[in-house]
Structures are given as structure tokens and as C-alpha cells.
């Protein structure tokens, strides 16, 4: 079985097997903003909880995030279960996009996950170098934070990613988890 899979594979996929489930394991949030049409948005937070279900489908599934790792992480999850029918979208919900195929727009547009943590990351990494003009100890905030974002690019983890994903500007009132797997099993679309 390939893994991974192209947008242009992904949309034949879809025409030539429409019962193929796309998974979005982006936040709530994210989802909102821009998801691709008849996807359901299951987070990779709460994919533990619900993956003896999803792991239960036979149809084609196919995992989406921004650019492909937290969907990676979701296939190892879900393999890990002994799910084999398993695909990635290469370039994820991104490599879509670029490819002019549809998505579909919320009202409410919201910063990627990604883009949050690089602005969490760099406000505090200048702001603790400013502040050490005044108080030299804290250069180690600094420090401490290059280094948890080196070890997150090396174990491709990121627990500040995952702290962001908590708040409820990631967390939207529409994302029904429960619900949404429900959707997911019967193939009905959202």
C-alpha cells in the first residue's frame, strides 16, 4: 500500500471510490477556516479516544493536516491499531490548495497551529532578550526555548503545538468529536 498520496491521486481516489473517508486531524479551528469538502475534522488530540472506532472502517481513509506531519503522526496511531487502509496527503491540506482543487472557507479565518507557535516562540524568545538587558538569567528562557524547539524538530513532537491546540480559540464550539466520528463510521458527510 502507498502512504502517502498526491492531491491529483487524492481526487481521482475520491472519483473512482466516493466511500474514500478523508480524515482532518487539524484543530477545530483550523478545520473551520478551510477544510476540503465531505472531510471530517477528528484532532490528533482526540484520536486516541476514538481510534478503536475509526480503526473499525474498511473504506479507503485518507489523514489531512496543514502540511502532513500531524497526519503522519496519525497514520503511526492508527497503524498502530491495526488499521491498514491508510493514506496521507502529501503536502497536506497546503499541497491541495496549490493544486487549485476545492476547499471550502469558514467565516471565521484563524492562524494555523503552526504559525502560532512560531509567534509564541518568537515573542518570548525577543522579549526575553530585551528583558536581559535588565535581568541577565533570563538569556536561559531564551535558550531553554531554541533549545525545546530543536528537540521538537528532531523527535518531530512539539509540546507547545499541543498546548496551543488546547485553547479555545483552537477549540471551536462546531467540533463535535463524538458526533463527527459518528458521521465518519456511516460515511455520512458533514
Not at 485518507?62 to 502540511?67: G, R
Not at 490548495?97 to 504559525?115: N, P, V, Y
Request: charged share 20%; glycine share 10%.
Amino acid at each position: 500500500m502507498q502512504s502517502r498520496i498526491s492531491p491529483a491521486e487524492l481526487r481521482s481516489l475520491l472519483r473512482d471510490d466516493p466511500t474514500t473517508r478523508i480524515i482532518d486531524v487539524r484543530t477545530g479551528g483550523e478545520f473551520e477556516t478551510m477544510h476540503i469538502p465531505g472531510s471530517y475534522n477528528v484532532p490528533l488530540d482526540d484520536l486516541d479516544e476514538h481510534g478503536e472506532t475509526i480503526s473499525a472502517i474498511d473504506e479507503p481513509v485518507v489523514l489531512v493536516c496543514l502540511s502532513g506531519g500531524r497526519a503522519s503522526k496519525a497514520e503511526s496511531a492508527l497503524a498502530g491499531m491495526g488499521m491498514s487502509n491508510l493514506h496521507v496527503l502529501d503536502g497536506g491540506i497546503t499541497a491541495w490548495e496549490q493544486a487549485g482543487l476545492d476547499i471550502r472557507r469558514g467565516a471565521t479565518q484563524r492562524w494555523s497551529l503552526e504559525r502560532q507557535v512560531r509567534l509564541v516562540a518568537g515573542t518570548v524568545v525577543a522579549g526575553t532578550v530585551v528583558a536581559s538587558a535588565a535581568v541577565p538569567q533570563l538569556k536561559w528562557v531564551a535558550g531553554a526555548l531554541g533549545f525545546g524547539l530543536s528537540f521538537a524538530a528532531v523527535t518531530n513532537t512539539c509540546a507547545m503545538g499541543t498546548l496551543l491546540a488546547r485553547l479555545p480559540y483552537n477549540r471551536t464550539n462546531s467540533c463535535d468529536v463524538d458526533a463527527m466520528v459518528n458521521r465518519l463510521r456511516t460515511g455520512v458527510s458533514a
